[in-house]
């Protein structure tokens, strides 16, 4: 007897960060790199189109990445609630400055 069976994994887009675009768990310059690519046309790899609407406007555009700039020099990620975590609208350790 041959008895199928079907896996399916599934990972949610929820469990990263809306502007942790390559899904390292936190918010810097390579997101802001790759999303500055994706908006001129490039396939960057690693980029996950999901976390890339930062405003959550419905658009893909420089206004995210103004968004993923401002939480970069400011700490400070204001469309996050809850949570202890940076971007949790708590200000970010500034892992920038090692």
Not at 25 to 31: G, N
Not at 60 to 87: A, F, M, Q, R, W
């Amino acid at each position: 007897m041959l008895v199928a069976t079907c896996l399916s994994l599934s990972v949610s887009a929820a469990s990263y960060k809306q502007g942790d675009v390559n899904h390292d768990e936190k918010i810097d310059i390579s997101d802001v790199v790759m999303l500055v690519d994706y908006i001129l046309g490039k396939t960057p790899e690693g980029f996950y189109v999901a976390q890339a609407d930062k405003n959550k406007d419905g658009k893909i555009d420089i206004s995210d990445v103004i968004k993923l700039v401002n939480i970069i020099l400011t700490g400070i990620d204001e469309d996050d609630e809850g949570g202890d975590g940076p971007g949790s609208g708590s200000i970010i350790p500034p892992d920038i400055q090692d």
